[in-house]
């Protein structure tokens, strides 16, 4: 009988999905889930809802709510993290904020100031985590679905080597339903490898299992069409310069580069698609308004209790291949340990990997193509920097992660990047405890009055260049 516990049950999308799925699984239906949070309504809504499931469907898996962290851990056999730091109200300044300086965010939640700061809201909260587990249940695997999905699984990947951990996403099989409809092939049929990091992870290799066909070219045959191009623009584009298709949508990736939500043109351009397909914000005003629809209303009453297909989340796939015995291939994060070679060691990547009685098995990737590595590099930065300044507790690291990033690098000065920071830093300061005291220093603009002298310095070659280009310019020929 496994125990299970889902920290931060309070996830009314990814708790019922989970607990449905585990309850859909044969080997898992005699196990204990226990719904771990720390907001009293929201828990007892789903334990209601999921004693319904058992009930109605004649299992015998248990369900138990608590409230006490340390109870739902112990003697886990498997954690699964689902936890948002903060809430809708740190939600709405991630993204009302960066707005005021320009850097307009569609999701929020990733990369950009948004995903730094729920990072640097979340990091602590994983750590203490990890610290129960070593006392409570040090064989426990871990399953994190809490964003920023790599900054957090970077940290992780830095504290917690002792726990196998891993970070899931539902980015590759989604891309997959999208390419079988581009390429017009199953998706089951499709052979495949993907890797890269999360929300930007590479098809490397598109086959059709039947046939043995290299499908790629295909796509970016299709890709050139505006029927295919218009339902994922940034997707699209991206493919068309860099060679490859990458996991996530529009409003995600281009939160990701500097290319495509900079400025209006760009915006109106690449991201006009309502919601999640680049609108401004869409993915906090879809949360505050089923916050204020749902504040008073349990809506799992109107949800069907009954079981059926398990959906495309490897949670189950995974702790049934750990319970079982049974082996089982997914995309998940990891930190590399060698899986990508020209990706830095210790950071967070998204690979193929097994999962067994033994537990998680990433796979050598190796080189990614270098454009591809490039473009990912430009998030890993950042996610470096977020989790250096998380558990140093240094503030200034927080502004080179804010400075650093694509978009607010391709919006705002060092300046604007600094205040900016500083802001959002006071604004969430109660949910960022390891910054207790610390500032982001300011540095005021230094005026240059209109009469000042330069400090008489030696010649830069390059400026004694222009000035022999000066003097030859005076010669009269």
């Known amino acids: 009988m496994p125990k299970i516990a889902m920290i931060g049950a309070g996830s009314q999308i990814f708790c019922k999905t989970l607990s449905m799925d585990i309850m859909a699984t044969p080997a898992l239906r005699d196990s204990e889930i226990w719904l771990m949070s720390r907001t009293k309504p929201k828990i007892d809504r789903m334990e209601k809802f999921l004693k319904k499931v058992v009930k109605e469907n004649k299992l015998p898996t248990k369900i138990y709510s608590t409230l006490d ?42 990369l950009g100031a948004g995903g730094i700061f729920r990072g640097l809201r979340t990091i602590p909260a994983l750590a203490e985590i990890v ?116 996991t996530e949508s529009t409003g995600h990736l281009s939160e990701y580069i500097p290319w495509f939500r900079k400025n209006k043109k760009a915006l ?88 067994d009685k033994q537990g998680f098995h990433p796979v050598r990737v190796g080189n990614l193509p270098v454009q591809c590595a490039a473009l990912n590099m430009t998030n890993v930065l950042v996610q470096q920097l977020t989790v250096e300044a998380s558990l140093t507790g ?33 604004a969430e300061r109660k949910w960022l405890p390891q910054f207790a005291g610390g500032k982001i220093a300011p540095k005021p603009a230094v005026k240059i009055p209109g009469n000042v002298k330069p400090v008489d310095v030696p010649l830069d070659p390059a400026l004694a260049i222009v000035h022999r280009f000066g003097k030859l310019a005076e010669i009269k020929g």
């Open 268 to 355: 109106d351009l690449y991201c006009d698609q309502p919601a999640f397909g680049g609108e401004s914000g869409a993915y906090y005003k879809y949360s505050a308004y089923l916050a204020e629809k749902f504040g008073h209303i349990d809506y799992l009453e109107f949800e069907d209790t009954k079981l059926s297909k398990r959906s495309v989340e490897y949670c189950s796939y995974i702790l049934e291949a750990k319970t079982t015995g049974i082996p089982f291939k997914l995309n998940g994060n990891v930190r590399n340990d060698g899986c990508i070679t020209n990706l830095p060691g210790g950071c967070c990547v998204e690979v193929p990997v097994f999962v």
């Open 69 to 110: 962290r340390k109870k739902a851990l112990e003697g886990a056999d498997f954690v699964i993290v689902m936890i948002q730091v903060g809430g809708l109200e740190a939600f709405k300044i991630d993204y009302e904020i960066p707005l005021k300086y320009g850097v307009d965010q569609c999701i929020g939640d990733s």
């Open 131 to 246: 610290e129960d587990m070593r006392t409570l249940c040090p064989g426990a695997l871990l399953l994190n679905y809490s964003n920023p999905m790599a900054a957090n699984c970077l940290a992780l990947g830095r504290i917690a080597s002792d726990i196998q951990a891993i970070g899931l996403c539902h980015g590759v099989q989604t891309t997959l339903d999208l390419l079988s409809r581009y390429a017009d092939v199953p998706k089951e049929n499709i052979d495949y490898l993907c890797a890269g990091i999360n929300h930007m992870a590479w098809f490397l290799q598109l086959q059709d299992g039947r046939t043995g066909k290299d499908i790629n070219p295909v796509i970016m045959k299709n890709i050139e069409k505006p029927e295919y191009y218009v339902n994922e623009k940034v997707r699209c584009e991206v493919a068309r310069h860099f060679g490859y298709f990458m």
């Open 394 to 426: 240094n503030p200034e690291h927080i502004m080179h992660a804010v400075a650093m990033d694509p978009l607010t690098s391709a919006v705002c000065t060092l300046a604007e990047a600094r205040e900016m920071a500083s802001e959002m830093l006071e």
